[in-house]
């Protein structure tokens, strides 16, 4: 591996989202591949998710490891896009919390966790209309979507989420996946969605299970 | 009237510390502000002289003027029940102890696992309070989460199986909060009570710095009324609020304060309580804790600040992250009552809240009730004088016999050692793992099926269904909070 993309590993190792940016610009500027790149930042973020799980790694760490990657991540990804390729993954997540709803962590823990096992993520953040899940599924061809509802009103908006993407055609291509403190794996069944994810551990082992089940299907 | 414990004895902070957290909670209203998401609230800080951003709806506060709120909140009020010898006073020093409402599942001893709460849980819930002798409030013990009306099925319930002060939780915006206030007024006028304040609602800034558009029109509606409110924060530590304990207690109160300002403001010498339930997330799984060590620092702080700047402080106590009666939860549930009652704070909420918040157990209410004995008896402290002393009996007995026979054992054997009941000891032989939160169990069906709550006179009864059904055809347009 370059020594320019040691250094990027390094920079994510410390959380220098500046230093990981810098680094990934100057890995493109000396004709690495970003591909390659993209995958030495992965392999760091998932080693951090490794030593997350030992306990050797608190959640603030991962989060910031996170962050780091991100950074260097758009960068890449643009890059493999101007060559008109897509970037190798485990599947791509887009994450949102549901419209009218405006809690973030538990989703924002979800996204490091899947980044950190090798996921790529997409997460529009708060009171996101059901829309714009289904626009950004369609335009990434997103393999899975979280909506997330802190709220006992909130969490209706799932329903309708699932029903939009019915009427989008959409329905058996993404895997459906719906958390937050009013949800329950009843619930899960009652508005038709795949799966439920108690906690951020729980959806990313789900996910994983999920998609082995259904390639061995 | 309900007397309460005496509390105060614990004083974990210095003075410098509390009035060190004071000037940085200050700071922060005066330098980062409140996103404050309420037009109305918006009109009454401008008018104030607060520094009101309309477009981003920042307002920042300038430290007079949340030290006149301050001084204008009460330092004590009555509190009232439906039956007047359960009112109590909220008054420095003195600490009342309470469950609290909120966790979606009710812990099922006999299964030993969790389950959904149905309306009769409730019920048994609020009759279990009404009757545990040292409980000062009742509150709806679980959230039916699946129902719109879970607001308005809680107050009702209060209000018809519970003879003591009540608490609610904010769940709704103006329209329906103010049909919770007439519900209120209602029973106030039509009982032989006090005064109207029959219930103290729950109202949550959130962290960070932020009063959201619902609860303000609910704590507006509530605090028109003239009905007591508690205005407190649950900053995450490290994840809504910063890492460190001071950093979090100063936001905590900032938070809490940005809450009372408005109140106050609104009809000045309303009665409300601060306060700040600061729950650091566990790094590892992502969680609340509602049990740290550290949480007698935050218990300490608020009744420290309270004492000082008179108010009265909202407590947490009782608490524990354990699924269920183990050892784990003894022993997080007796730190954490006892730290919220030896500091002194004022309405203690959450005694039987396990889980984290997932769970409300009648079994581990009913051993903290016990508990809370225990800490009355040793609150009210000992006498030393001639009689207690007690030289003359020990010059009497001698060296090396026995003060079994004495009559001055006898006088004093019943009243000088508390004698509990659930945990009380037992001979080996009656002795099992589980044999306290056993007896705990028996005594909740004991008291379950012996509670015989005084009956809302019938035309009482039927407005109050009616005010519900208002509701109910209003809560299909209107937003929860």
Not at chain 2, 5 to 27: M, P, Y
Not at chain 2, 184 to 195: G, I, M, P, Q
Not at chain 2, 263 to 285: A, I, K, Y
Request: hydrophobic share 40%; proline share 4%; net charge negative.
């Amino acid at each position: 591996m370059s020594d320019t993309l040691e250094e990027l590993q390094e920079a994510i190792r410390n959380f220098d989202e500046e230093e990981a940016e810098a680094k990934t610009r100057q890995a493109l500027e000396e004709g690495i591949e970003p591909q390659e790149a993209i995958t030495a930042a992965t392999d760091v973020l998932r080693e951090t998710g490794q030593k997350f799980e030992n306990g050797e790694l608190f959640l603030f760490d991962l989060v910031s490891a996170g962050d780091a990657m991100n950074a260097s991540r758009e960068i890449l990804e643009e890059a493999i896009k101007q060559q008109g390729d897509e970037r190798e993954s485990e599947g791509k997540v887009v994450l949102g919390t549901v419209e009218g709803d405006i809690h973030n962590i538990g989703k924002k823990i979800l996204g490091a966790l899947l980044a950190a096992n090798g996921y790529e993520v997409f997460d529009l953040g708060v009171e996101v209309p059901a829309e714009e899940f289904v626009e950004k599924c369609k335009e990434v061809d997103a393999d899975a979507i979280g909506a997330s509802a802190l709220l006992t009103t909130t969490k209706e908006k799932q329903r309708e989420l699932v029903e939009v993407f019915e009427e989008e055609g959409l329905r058996d291509d993404v895997i459906m996946m719906v958390g937050g403190a009013p949800c329950t794996e009843e619930w899960k069944d009652e508005i038709g969605a795949d799966l439920y994810g108690q906690t951020a551990f729980d959806a990313v082992h789900k996910i994983q299970d999920f998609e082995k089940a259904d390639s061995g299907a | 009237m309900r007397e309460g414990i005496k509390g105060g004895q614990l004083q974990l902070c210095s003075d410098e510390q509390v009035e060190g957290i004071h000037e940085g909670a200050l700071e922060i209203l005066e330098r980062i502000g409140m996103k404050i998401e309420n037009e109305r609230a918006l009109d009454l800080l401008d008018e104030a002289g607060a520094d009101v951003n309309r477009e981003d709806e920042i307002v920042k506060f300038p430290p007079s003027l949340v030290n006149e709120c301050i001084d204008e909140a009460p330092r004590s009020f009555r509190l009232a029940a439906r039956d007047p010898e359960n009112d109590f006073m909220l008054e420095p020093e003195r600490s009342y102890v309470g469950s609290c409402s909120g966790p979606p599942h009710v812990y099922d001893y006999e299964a030993g696992d969790e389950r959904a709460p149905t309306r009769e849980d409730l019920v048994e819930s609020i009759k279990l309070q009404s009757q545990l002798p040292n409980i000062d409030m009742s509150w709806a013990m679980y959230t039916l989460r699946d129902d719109p009306m879970l607001g308005f099925i809680n107050l009702y319930e209060l209000l018809s199986n519970n003879d003591k002060h009540s608490c609610v939780l904010s769940y709704y915006g103006g329209d329906l909060t103010e049909k919770l206030v007439d519900m209120v007024e209602l029973v106030a006028e039509e009982e032989d009570v006090t005064n109207k304040h029959l219930v103290t609602m729950y109202n949550e800034p959130v962290s960070p710095l932020c009063l959201m558009r619902g609860a303000l029109e609910s704590q507006f509606a509530w605090t028109d009324a003239g009905l007591p409110l508690l205005s407190s924060p649950m900053p995450d530590m490290g994840a809504t609020g910063p890492m460190t304990i001071a950093g979090t207690a100063a936001q905590g109160l900032a938070e809490s304060l940005g809450g009372i300002v408005i109140g106050q403001l609104n009809n000045p010498g309303t009665p409300m309580l601060m306060g700040s339930l600061p729950v650091p997330m566990d790094m590892r799984l992502g969680s609340h804790c509602y049990f740290h060590a550290e949480r007698m620092f935050y218990q300490s702080f608020t009744a420290q600040w309270a004492r000082k700047y008179g108010m009265p402080v909202f407590g947490t106590g009782g608490v524990s992250d354990s699924y269920g009666a183990d050892y784990q939860n003894g022993a997080e549930t007796a730190i954490s009552l006892y730290g919220s009652i030896l500091a002194g704070q004022n309405l203690i909420h959450d005694l039987g809240v396990i889980g984290s918040g997932y769970r409300n157990s009648l079994e581990v209410l009913t051993l903290l009730d016990e508990m809370v004995g225990m800490a009355k008896r040793v609150t009210e402290n000992f006498e030393v004088n001639d009689d207690t002393l007690a030289i003359d009996v020990i010059e009497e007995v001698g060296h090396g016999e026995t003060f079994l026979s004495k009559a001055h054992t006898r006088e004093h054997g019943r009243k000088e050692l508390f004698m509990p009941d659930l945990m009380k000891k037992r001979e080996q032989a009656n002795w099992s793992f589980n044999a306290a939160a056993d007896a705990a169990h028996e005594r909740v069906r004991d008291l379950v099926e012996s509670a015989d709550p005084k009956p809302l006179p019938e035309h009482v009864d039927e407005e109050l269904q009616s005010i519900m059904d208002d509701a109910e055809g209003m809560s299909k347009e209107v937003d929860m909070v």
